[in-house]
């Protein structure tokens, strides 16, 4: 950081004994500016220097991440009582006496939850535990009445699976890498209820709603090396969820949150220590924390320091990871069974186990049959069917119901699905950004949409005139676009007089235009395009004014 803004310095110094003494107020902000994003250009000049050793250091210090991360399941009720789970309700309204760990309750597991699990199992490529167990994890948090949180530690009802995911990488985002993360194993557990502090009056206020809501927990092997890979990983998990119907994946509600595994080791060695950052509660905010975490621990090693075993938390306005407290070791949580609950029994096929009612058991077999088409296969569809190039399947697919909009309008027009594409991505999605909204929002139907591209793939209007109808069609449902063609008197100049006559007089009012044309600059032809269009209103085809103008000029 010192060396960038030392060299600024001096390059303002240089000029200044050179140049004329009007110059320094603007070499002064230069300088402001540098001084002014230090924190920013010190991480720049990091990384450099990083690189620049990379060079010279044929085995340098590289990151490992793994992830755990806490998806709410999505259920009415709670995982162990009949509480009603909901967002932004009234504090402690949706509190059961378990819930409240009163003396004398007991845990009675929530069906919906196990298959919610089983199902996540599947489409993530587990292998399902038909006997699985719970346990007690004891810590003592305010906000945790028990003392204790039922969660399954010795075995867990899912292991041994697989996410994969993809990165677009590139100027343009347009290269698709594939990679795969480990997932060690899935696990059901009971969510805590919240601390609300009050800094004003010195207190803290408890609101048990969340407590007991059932938590997925999936465990990622520490297969990641960058902020940009989670981040990722986590966006496709959260899609998968959310097809699935598993968990809304909401991370703006806490329906998701991540804690991040990260140390840093030179290839072939062992791993290093390791710190957390926890409670991350976007995908965004994850690369920056594992990205700064990872640079930290160079720095701290290679200074000579050692890395702590260390629970850290992300602070999004100065985007450092700050620390929080020492690592609760193995021993500190003093594991034990749950003794109020038996173990977990799933069943396959057609097999019951004896005594047991069939409407009682969970089917795996069942659960796979219900198993929707995951993401990544509609991406591969998009892409083989229609032709699409995979950076725009991410789109369709990544964007909830864009995929089903886009596929609605190609089965009522005629042009190619890339030329759709266009128009969905760029145009429809842009509005929908720039207002706020989803596409199930859109004031723009699919039908309005493909009528639209009809009339420009049948020539009746220009491209031009096609996104000025597309604005008026945001205006309002109550229009199509056929009748605003018509009203506003907005189709294609079909009369070849009349379009020689005014490509002729754009040509007699740019005479010097055309100078340059005729030596040989092609390229001032699009000058006079735009004018002709601009002149007729977008109503003109580019392509037949183009012809005569080349023909004119030539």
């Not at 993360?181 to 048990?208: A, N, P, W």
């Not at 200074?303 to 075993?309: C, E, F, K």
């Not at 009682?360 to 219900?370: A, E, G, S």
């Not at 964007?399 to 991505?425: C, H, N, R």
Request: aromatic letters at 6%; glycine letters at 6%; a positive charge.
């Amino acid at each position: 950081g010192r060396r960038t803004v030392m060299a600024a310095s001096l390059a303002a110094v240089h000029i200044m004994r050179n140049s004329n003494i009007l110059f320094s107020k603007h070499l002064l902000k230069t300088i402001s500016y540098y001084s002014l994003f230090a924190g920013n250009i010190r991480t720049l000049s990091y990384k450099c220097s990083l690189q620049n050793k990379e060079r010279c250091d044929p085995n340098p210090l590289v990151g490992v991440v793994g992830l755990e991360i806490h998806a709410q399941i999505h259920s009415n009720s709670k995982l162990f009582s009949s509480s009603q789970v909901r967002f932004s309700s009234p504090p402690n309204s949706l509190v059961s006496f378990f819930d409240a760990s009163l003396p004398g309750t007991l845990p009675v597991l929530n069906r919906r939850c196990v298959e919610a699990a089983v199902m996540t199992g599947l489409a993530l490529n587990c292998t399902i535990n038909k006997k699985s167990f719970f346990d007690r994890k004891h810590y003592f948090y305010a906000d945790l009445p028990a003392g204790y949180q039922i969660t399954q530690q010795r075995v867990p009802i899912a292991v041994n699976g697989s996410l994969t995911y993809s990165l677009l990488l590139g100027h343009k985002q347009n290269q698709v890498v594939t990679k795969t993360v480990r997932i060690k194993q899935i696990q059901l557990e009971q969510d805590s209820g919240k601390s609300l502090h009050d800094d004003s009056r010195s207190q803290t206020l408890i609101d048990l709603n969340r407590a007991g809501v059932g938590l997925m927990e999936l465990v990622m092997e520490p297969d990641m090396c960058c902020g940009e890979e989670a981040a990722a990983a986590v966006r496709e998990l959260q899609l998968i969820l959310q097809t699935l119907g598993t968990s809304q994946g909401n991370m703006a509600e806490g329906q998701l949150r991540v804690d991040a595994n990260i140390s840093v080791h030179r290839p072939d060695d062992p791993l290093g220590v390791r710190t957390e950052v926890k409670n991350i509660n976007s995908a965004r905010f994850l690369a920056k924390a594992i990205d700064y975490e990872i640079q930290r621990q160079i720095g701290v090693l290679e200074s000579g320091g050692v890395i702590l075993n260390e629970t850290r938390s992300f602070d999004y306005k100065s985007g450092l990871t700050v620390p929080m407290r020492d690592k609760e070791g193995l021993l500190d949580y003093r594991f034990m069974p749950e003794p109020n609950l038996p173990p977990l029994i799933l069943c396959e096929g057609e097999t019951v186990p004896p005594g047991a009612h069939p409407q009682q058991m969970v089917n795996i077999d069942w659960i796979k049959k219900q198993l929707p088409e995951l993401p990544r296969v509609k991406r591969r569809h998009l892409v083989e069917d229609y032709g699409i190039l995979p950076e725009h399947s991410f789109t369709l697919v990544n964007e909830e119901g864009l995929m089903d909009y886009f596929i609605s309008v190609l089965q009522e027009t005629k042009a190619e699905p890339k030329k759709v594409i266009g128009w969905i991505i760029k145009d429809l999605l842009g509005l929908l950004k720039q207002h706020n909204l989803n596409v199930s929002q859109s004031p723009i139907s699919p039908s309005s949409m493909a009528e639209l591209l009809n009339l420009l793939e049948t020539g009746q209007i220009s491209s031009t005139v096609a996104k000025l109808v597309l604005q008026e069609l945001w205006k309002g449902p109550g229009t199509n676009a056929t009748q605003i063609v018509r009203d506003q008197n907005l189709s294609l100049v079909c009369d070849a007089i009349k379009l020689e006559h005014i490509c002729q007089t754009v040509i007699d009012s740019h005479q010097e235009e055309v100078r340059v044309i005729r030596r040989g600059n092609k390229k001032v032809l699009n000058k006079l395009v735009g004018l002709v269009q601009k002149e007729t209103k977008g109503r003109a085809d580019p392509v037949q004014v183009r012809a005569i103008l080349e023909k004119k000029t030539s």
